[in-house]
């Protein structure tokens, strides 16, 4: 078996995490599936899997290599679709990572079109809060929200976000408006350690840079509870715009201290390959910069 059909077994092998699903898929033996793993182990001379009686997982060599073994594949369809003139239709599995709030509200509708537009295509959405490797993770995109440290990377900037203080109009009827960042003394604060790990916020005017140290109440470590509770009336809180962006259009919340918001956050679509990147990724991308860009809920330019 030569290379390039090694690769083919060893890719649906990673993909299913099962000798006996690659064989399934490619009309193969499980024995045969196993000895082209092993030649191609043989060949490269390092172990690509950690075998245990019921699953196959890569190692940390084998990952690295199933990243280049699947771009090289994509690239040889790519060009026979080229060379015979074909549009290649986006096929395979797209796998997406993003915050969880940013990826529930804005990314699933995204992939739902995506899926209805292509169906040769699958999609692995995962979501958390934390940055993730795309590379080491095995994933195609990532939504970023915040300035970008990997150079390395291709991203396209999609939009801003914007840390907000916000409050029910039941509560600023009861306990009044806070003018100044210093008016939250006065108020009972909820607190998102998802979006304010300190007790310490920061604000910017014309003035200047300013900080208060609030004294929370409520604190949460997820968002969902932060916006249910400022909604319920029980006090203020500060999260991102994005996450309440519906709330402020619909009224349930009211946005304040606008004039004293820090800087905006950019929001970008970040992949590892460019122009070389494949055409589930290009169409992909090209869809949710649409559709992100024309998104009055993420490109700060929510109405008070």
């Known amino acids: 078996m030569d290379k390039i059909a090694l690769?083919?077994?060893?890719?649906?092998?990673?993909?299913?995490?099962?000798?006996?699903g690659a064989s399934q898929r490619l009309g193969?033996?499980?024995?045969?599936?196993?000895?082209?793993?092993?030649?191609?182990?043989?060949?490269l001379g390092v172990r690509l899997f950690n075998r245990t009686t019921r699953r196959v997982r890569l190692t940390e060599s084998g990952n690295r290599y199933f990243q280049d073994a699947k771009r090289i594949l994509e690239e040889?369809?790519?060009?026979?679709?080229?060379?015979?003139?074909?549009?290649?239709?986006?096929?395979?599995?797209?796998?997406?990572?993003?915050?969880?709030?940013?990826?529930?509200?804005?990314?699933?509708?995204?992939?739902?079109?995506?899926?209805?537009?292509h169906p040769e295509i699958q999609v692995k959405a995962v979501f958390y809060d934390r940055v993730s490797n795309i590379l080491d993770e095995g994933l195609d995109v990532a939504i970023r929200i915040g300035n970008l440290k990997n150079s390395s990377q291709f991203a396209v900037r999609v939009g801003n976000v914007q840390?907000?203080?916000?409050?029910?109009?039941?509560?600023?009827?009861?306990?009044?408006?806070?003018?100044?960042?210093?008016?939250?003394?006065?108020?009972?604060?909820?607190?998102?350690?998802?979006?304010?790990p300190s007790t310490t916020w920061w604000f910017e005017s014309s003035e200047g840079k300013t900080s208060v140290r609030v004294s929370p109440r409520l604190q949460f470590?997820?968002?969902?509870?932060?916006?249910?509770?400022?909604?319920?009336?029980?006090?203020?809180?500060?999260?991102?715009?994005?996450?309440?962006?519906?709330?402020?259009?619909?009224?349930?919340?009211?946005?304040?201290?606008?004039?004293?918001?820090?800087?905006?956050?950019?929001?970008?679509?970040?992949?590892?390959?460019?122009?070389?990147?494949?055409?589930?990724?290009?169409?992909?991308?090209?869809?949710a910069k649409v559709r992100l860009q024309n998104n009055l809920l993420i490109n700060h330019q929510i109405k008070p």
């Open 221 to 287: 470590n997820q968002n969902d509870s932060a916006i249910s509770a400022v909604k319920s009336g029980y006090g203020i809180t500060r999260l991102m715009s994005y996450q309440v962006g519906e709330e402020f259009q619909t009224g349930s919340l009211v946005r304040i201290l606008q004039e004293h918001e820090p800087e905006p956050i950019p929001i970008n679509i970040v992949y590892l390959e460019g122009l070389r990147a494949s055409a589930k990724i290009r169409s992909f991308v090209d869809l």
């Open 28 to 43: 193969m033996s499980a024995p045969a599936v196993t000895r082209a793993i092993a030649q191609l182990e043989g060949s």
């Open 76 to 117: 040889i369809e790519e060009v026979e679709s080229a060379l015979l003139g074909v549009y290649r239709e986006p096929k395979g599995i797209l796998s997406v990572t993003a915050p969880v709030l940013f990826g529930r509200k804005y990314i699933v509708p995204i992939l739902i079109e995506f899926l209805d537009r």
């Open 163 to 196: 840390k907000v203080v916000c409050g029910s109009p039941d509560y600023l009827s009861k306990h009044g408006l806070p003018n100044h960042p210093a008016d939250l003394a006065d108020h009972q604060i909820i607190q998102s350690s998802a979006v304010e």
């Open 7 to 20: 690769m083919r077994v060893f890719v649906e092998a990673a993909e299913r995490e099962s000798f006996v």
